[in-house]
C-alpha cells in the first residue's frame, strides 16, 4: 500500500506571495493533519480535517489555512508569506473515526518550504 | 496545558551501548505517549505508542519505553545501539485537551560512534 504522498517536495517562494501544498493520505485513510516544522519552535500543530470538515485547530494565523476533498485528499494554503513561514510541512494520515493521534498516524516525507 | 520536555538535545553513543533517551510529559488528564524518529530528508516514523495497556512498550527495531506515572516519564531505551540507529527522535504527547493533536518535544539528536 502506498503511504502519504506530498507535492511538491520542495518549493521556493518570496515574501508576501501565497502558497498551496497537497497531501495525499494513505488509501482508506480518512483524517488528514498537517504540522509544522522549524528549528526553532520544532514541530507545532497546524489543523486535522475528517470527511472534508476542520476537526482540530493549532494556534496559527488564518494566513494558514487548509481543506479536504471528497477522495480524503488535503491541502494546505498560506497566504501573505512571510520569512518565518520557512519550515518542513509535514501531513499525516489516519483511518479517522477516532481523532487525532488516538489513532497511529502515518507521516509524509513533507514539503520543504523556503521564503526569501 | 500539556507539555513535553526531552532532556537533552544531542546524545552521543558507542555502537553496541545502551541508548537512553528521556522524556517526561505533563497532562491533566490520561494521556497517549509516542516516540517518533526522523532521519535526514524524511517524515516522521513511528517508534511505540503508549495508550494506557501495559507499561513496557515495545516498538520497532529493538526499542522500547516504560511508561511512568509516579515520575511523568516515557523515556525510551535500546539495549544495543546500532549506527543505523542514528537520527532525531521525538516524544510526543496527546490527549483530550489538545483535541488528541500530537504535541511534540523539542527532539533529541542520536549519535553514534564506531
Known amino acids: 500500500k502506498a503511504g502519504v504522498t506530498q507535492t511538491p517536495r520542495y518549493l521556493i517562494k518570496t515574501r508576501g506571495q501565497q502558497v498551496t501544498l497537497s497531501c495525499s493520505p494513505i488509501s482508506g485513510h480518512r483524517s488528514v493533519s498537517w504540522y509544522q516544522q522549524t528549528p526553532g519552535q520544532g514541530l507545532q500543530f497546524l489543523f486535522e480535517y475528517f470527511s472534508e470538515t476542520q476537526r482540530n485547530k493549532g494556534n496559527f494565523p488564518g494566513r494558514f489555512s487548509g481543506r479536504q476533498f471528497s477522495n480524503s485528499r488535503s491541502e494546505m494554503n498560506v497566504s501573505t508569506l512571510e520569512l518565518g513561514d520557512s519550515a518542513l510541512y509535514l501531513c499525516a494520515s489516519s483511518l479517522g473515526p477516532a481523532g487525532g493521534a488516538r489513532e497511529t498516524q502515518y507521516f509524509g516525507p513533507g514539503t520543504r518550504l523556503l521564503v526569501l | ?114
Open chain 2, 1 to 114: 496545558a500539556q507539555s513535553v520536555t526531552q532532556l537533552g538535545s544531542h546524545v552521543s553513543v558507542s555502537e553496541g551501548a545502551l541508548v537512553l533517551l528521556r522524556c517526561n510529559y505533563s497532562s491533566s488528564v490520561p494521556p497517549y505517549l509516542f516516540w517518533y524518529v526522523q532521519y535526514p530528508n524524511q517524515g516522521l516514523q513511528l517508534l511505540l505508542k503508549y495508550t494506557s495497556a501495559a507499561t513496557l512498550v515495545k516498538g520497532i527495531n529493538g526499542f522500547e519505553a516504560e511508561f511512568k506515572k509516579s515520575e511523568t516519564s516515557f523515556h525510551l531505551t535500546k539495549p544495543s545501539a546500532h549506527m543505523s540507529d542514528a537520527a532525531e527522535y521525538f516524544c510526543a504527547v496527546s490527549d483530550l485537551g489538545s483535541g488528541y493533536a500530537l504535541n511534540f518535544g523539542k527532539g533529541t539528536s542520536l549519535l553514534v560512534t564506531p
